[in-house]
């Protein structure tokens, strides 16, 4: 018996395209012989996934699941907004958000090897790529639990193109909840308040400010004041907890949630493709190309 080391697998999967268990499965199933395992995916059906394999899916839509006191938002990529419309896709999404909501999967790995109905997530995906003709992935996931005594917050853009959980302690009011998660998706905070800000991001930001007071000519006596105001503004404007609430800009998230007997304690917001290449499109190439086919 041939050993399937994790370099065999990786190297089918990049040829193919399918997933890493399905890789590892073709592999042991031909003894480890490559050729004989790229024929076996064929001819299940799996190895025409490879196609979409190198192409860019940065488009898709974020969802989430409540399942009691456990909550789960994902990210599911797809290569065009068009397909969010379509209606497998959509139901691939919502037991995508289910199972893991329901199972609390540690890592993306372990997600992928979920079991759904005698299926595993990973084949449903490619069964998803197979049909509707584009490269789909499950790109992230959060996953919150939470007492009785508190609530979760959620939200998702219309278009799916922004999703947004958040736990909010002290208050079982989902409603204040929500609109916490609503100013979250709509202002981007990066922090719950100035003392999660990380060293390097408070750093980076000081030399910036520092540069523009000198530059500004400013004497180096009174540099060092106006720099304190300016991080003390820059701490605000990043810090949940300290930003103008939306609905209500004579008090902050921080003080609204108070006033409701609640307390932010963290949050997620995932951006559809962030971070990630978008494929550009040419459209006189795109037609050039159509014509010598």
């Known amino acids: 018996m041939a050993e399937i080391t994790a370099k065999l697998v990786k190297e089918l999967r990049d040829m193919t395209g399918v997933g890493m268990m399905d890789a590892k499965k073709a592999l042991v199933e031909v003894d480890g012989d490559m050729d004989k395992a790229v024929d076996f995916l064929r001819e299940k059906g799996l190895a025409s996934a490879g196609k979409k394999a190198d192409r860019i899916a940065a488009e898709g839509t974020t969802a989430f699941y409540v399942d009691g006191n456990t909550a789960a938002l994902i990210e599911v990529n797809a290569e ?8 497998q896709f959509k139901e691939l999404v919502e037991t995508l958000a289910e199972t893991i909501a329901k199972t609390q999967p540690a890592d993306l790995e372990a997600a992928l090897a979920l079991d759904v109905n005698g299926e595993t997530v990973e084949n449903l995906i490619i069964n998803a790529i197979n049909t509707i003709g584009e490269k789909i ?8 639990t939470k007492t009785d005594n508190d609530a979760f917050g959620t939200y998702v853009h ?3 193109s922004i999703g947004v959980l958040t736990l909010i302690e002290g208050t079982t009011d989902e409603v204040v909840a929500k609109d916490i998660a609503m100013h979250i998706a709509a202002m981007n905070p990066k922090y719950v308040s100035r003392e999660d800000v990380s060293e390097e ?3 980076h930001e000081e030399k910036i400010q520092t540069e523009i007071a000198l530059n ?11 720099i304190k105001g300016r991080m003390n503004k820059y701490l605000a404007e990043i810090s949940l907890t300290e930003q103008p609430f939306v609905k209500d800009g004579d008090q902050t998230v921080g003080q609204y949630a108070s006033a409701k007997g609640g307390k932010v304690v963290k949050f997620t917001r995932f951006l559809v493709g962030e971070g990630m290449e978008k494929r550009q499109e040419n459209f006189a190439d795109e037609v050039a190309a159509q014509m010598k086919k």
Do not use: C, H, Q, W
Request: glycine share 6%.
């Open 137 to 144: 992935s499950l790109r992230r996931f959060e996953i919150y």
């Open 216 to 226: 500004e000519g400013k004497p180096a006596e009174i540099v060092e004041k106006m």
């Open 201 to 203: 991001d408070y750093a």
């Open 80 to 87: 065009t907004d068009f397909v969010t419309r379509n209606d």
């Open 158 to 160: 219309t278009d799916g």
